[in-house]
T-cell receptor, first 113, second 111 residues
Framework: GENVEQHPSTLSVQEGDSAVIKCTYS??????FPWYKQELGKGPQLIID?????GEKKDQRIAVTLNKTAKHFSLHITETQPEDSAVYFC????????????FGSGTRLQVQP | NAGVTQTPKFQVLKTGQSMTLQCAQD?????MYWYRQDPGMGLRLIYY???????DKGEVPNGYNVSRLNKREFSLRLESAAPSQTSVYFC??????????FGDGTRLSIL
């Protein structure tokens, strides 16, 4: 089955700096890669996703890049703000069959004011 | 629209007790999922239902049963709770190739 590894487990940055979180996956058939943000006491909320037919996607301060050959994808947050502090999860799935997500272990991002 | 609603939000059980976690979605989604989240780990799939009337095992199904009552509701049952089932349980739903939407979870402690 699919295995997703995520690094780092914790990340502390100064407000205004950039943050990068990296994930690798094992199943070459995976073709959908979402990123979720989880705040304390809440469920995961989708912040951005990418499919394997594109290499990069951007939404304001958030971008995701995908390297299919190397089987890794990354989340980039620019101009970080204190409200970006949360736990971020990457995930991978196929667009066929059960479409269940395999999650990374999460990155706790702390943005220092 | 409420999205995905889970009840209860918190529960404490004794070992051996049974319990059903409820999940309902109002987005007319076909697929529904149950995940568990343990400290330092990502969410892991317990069971899923691709459509009304069908259910299938995920990665960690042992000790659980599910029922897809109708298109809106997907329940998770612990027949004889064990301390290893202490976790936060998340329900999610999805339609087609759209992203999965998650509820806010049920925090379950088993003593």
């Amino acid at each position: 089955g699919e295995n997703v590894e995520q690094h780092p487990s914790t990340l502390s940055v100064q407000e205004g700096d950039s943050a990068v979180i990296k994930c690798t996956y094992s199943d070459s058939a995976s073709n959908y890669f979402p990123w979720y943000k989880q705040e304390l006491g809440k469920g995961p909320q989708l912040i951005i996703d990418i499919r394997s037919n594109v290499g990069e996607k951007k939404d304001q301060r958030i971008a995701v890049t995908l390297n299919k050959t190397a089987k890794h994808f990354s989340l980039h947050i620019t101009e970080t703000q204190p409200e970006d502090s949360a736990v971020y999860f990457c995930a991978a799935s196929r667009d066929t069959g059960r479409r269940a997500l395999t999650f990374g272990s999460g990155t706790r991002l702390q943005v220092q004011p | 629209n409420a999205g995905v609603t889970q009840t209860p939000k918190f529960q404490v059980l004794k070992t051996g007790q049974s319990m059903t976690l409820q999940c309902a979605q109002d987005m007319n989604h076909n697929s529904m999922y149950w995940y568990r989240q343990d400290p330092g780990m990502g969410l892991r799939l317990i069971y899923y239902s691709a459509s009304e009337g069908t259910t299938d095992k995920g990665e960690v199904p042992n000790g659980y049963n599910v029922s897809r009552l109708n298109k809106r509701e997907f329940s998770l049952r612990l027949e004889s709770a064990a301390p290893s089932q202490t976790s936060v349980y998340f329900c999610a739903s999805m339609k087609g190739n759209q992203p999965q939407h998650f509820g806010d979870g049920t925090r379950l402690s088993i003593l």
